[in-house]
C-alpha cells in the first residue's frame, strides 16, 4: 500500500510486489485513504499489509500490518521476506 500518489513512492512499492511475488501473493493497492485500504485488505483476509511511505525513501523500511493483532512495525525492506516467511510459515 502506498499513502501518498507519489512518483518515487510508487516506484517503490511497485519494485517490492514484484520482488515479493516471487515468493508471496501479493497486490498493489493505492485507492483510498490507509483506513479505507486496511479495512478492504482486512475484509479479504490479507494477513499483513506492507505501506511504503516517505520514511521508506528515507532509510530502507517500511510499516508491516498484522491483520491479527493490528500491530504495526517498521522493518528493513532486506529483512522484509525473511520478517514474513518468520509469521507465515507457522
Known amino acids: 500500500m502506498v ?10 512499492a511497485s519494485d517490492l510486489v514484484f ?3 516471487k515468493t508471496y501473493v501479493c497486490e498493489f493497492d493505492d485507492s483510498g485513504n ?5 479495512r478492504r485488505q ?6 499483513f499489509c506492507v505501506t511504503i511511505d516517505y520514511q521508506t525513501i528515507e532509510d530502507e523500511t517500511v510499516t ?3 491483520r491479527d493483532t493490528m ?5 528493513n525492506i532486506s529483512q522484509l521476506r525473511n520478517y514474513l516467511l518468520k509469521y507465515l510459515s507457522v
Open 19 to 21: 520482488d515479493l511475488k
Open 3 to 12: 499513502l501518498q500518489k507519489d512518483g518515487k513512492l510508487k516506484k517503490k
Open 64 to 66: 508491516v500490518r498484522d
Open 42 to 47: 482486512d475484509e479479504i483476509g490479507t494477513p
Open 71 to 75: 500491530k504495526q512495525e517498521r522493518v
Open 34 to 38: 490507509i483506513g479505507q485500504m486496511y
